[in-house]
């Protein structure tokens, strides 16, 4: 399995990108697809994730309704469209995929829902910059 994520660049506040990740996955539609940020000198953080049974999604709370995942099924790609940027948001985005039989990964951790990291196929990363 390889992903190729890409749409990364420098923005200015305010700003929007739409990053895509390409998965060479046969049964691409049936795999559960995640996005993921990791900022310099901080854990990588989940933002974002989609069950390929029925299309669910889940979103981390920080992200305060600025980021919309999709997916095309017939290209074998998805997507996280990312609005109203801000400084924070500058970090290295992954994209990742789990098999049909792998819900999101979502795990309590000191009261709040989180995205796992345990997925089993990543994107090499897209850069996000956002100037001010």
């Known amino acids: 399995v390889q992903l190729q994520a890409s749409g990364g660049g420098l923005v200015q506040v305010g700003g929007s990108l739409r990053l895509s990740c390409t998965a060479s996955?046969?049964?691409?539609?049936?795999?559960?697809l995640g996005w993921f940020r990791q900022a310099p000198g901080k854990e990588r953080e989940g933002l974002s994730c989609?069950?390929?049974?029925?299309?669910?999604?889940w979103y981390a709370d920080s992200l305060k309704g600025r980021f919309t995942i999709s997916k095309a099924n017939a290209k074998n790609v998805f997507y996280l469209q990312v609005n109203d940027l801000q400084p924070d948001d500058t970090a290295a985005y992954y994209c990742?995929?789990?098999?049909?039989?792998?819900?999101?990964?979502?795990?309590?951790?000191?009261?709040?829902?989180?995205?796992?990291?345990?997925?089993?196929?990543w994107g090499q990363g897209t850069q996000v910059t956002v100037s001010s």
């Open positions: 990742a995929t789990n098999p049909p039989t792998k819900g999101c990964g979502l795990t309590v951790v000191d009261g709040s829902l989180q995205l796992s990291s345990e997925y089993e196929n």
């Open positions: 996955l046969r049964t691409f539609g049936r795999y559960t």
């Open positions: 989609m069950h390929g049974s029925d299309g669910r999604t």
